[in-house]
Nanobody
Framework: QVQLVESGGGLVQAGGSLRLSCATS????????MGWFRQAPGKEREFVAS????????RYADSVNGRFTMSRDNAKNTLYLQMNSLKFDDTAVYYC???????????????WGQGTQVTVSS
């Protein structure tokens, strides 16, 4: 059973930065993908970024490419999402996910965390 726990959300002014963390447990991730999604009020959950754990190959949504960067700590089994130049439209609950394919849709991922709120003030 994969367990994912996000942390690091909060309130930040536009232009600021936050780093989200996703602590994982319950399996090894050498042949697994991890991802970040977000969901704003009244909107569908949308893809942010994903990475193949073993080789670091990653994918980013156009809306965050160049501003957000994923990294991972293999020793801590933790995935990070560094978010820079935050915009009001980045406000959402951010979810960490894990799954067997390096996908960009929620259906590609089989395990989910509870989410962490990110609020960007304009």
């Amino acid at each position: 059973q994969v367990q994912l726990v996000e942390s690091g959300g909060g309130l930040v002014q536009a232009g600021g930065s936050l780093r989200l963390s996703c602590a994982t447990s319950g399996r090894t991730f050498s042949n697994y993908a991890m991802g970040w999604f977000r969901q704003a009020p009244g909107k569908e959950r949308e893809f942010v970024a994903s990475v193949w754990w073993s080789n670091g190959i990653s994918r980013y949504a156009d809306s965050v490419n160049g501003r957000f960067t994923m990294s991972r700590d293999n020793a801590k089994n933790t995935l990070y999402l560094q978010m820079n130049s935050l915009k009001f439209d980045d406000t959402a609950v951010y979810y960490c996910a894990a799954g067997p394919t390096l996908g960009t849709t929620a259906q590609d991922f089989t395990s989910w965390g509870q989410g962490t709120q990110v609020t960007v003030s304009s």
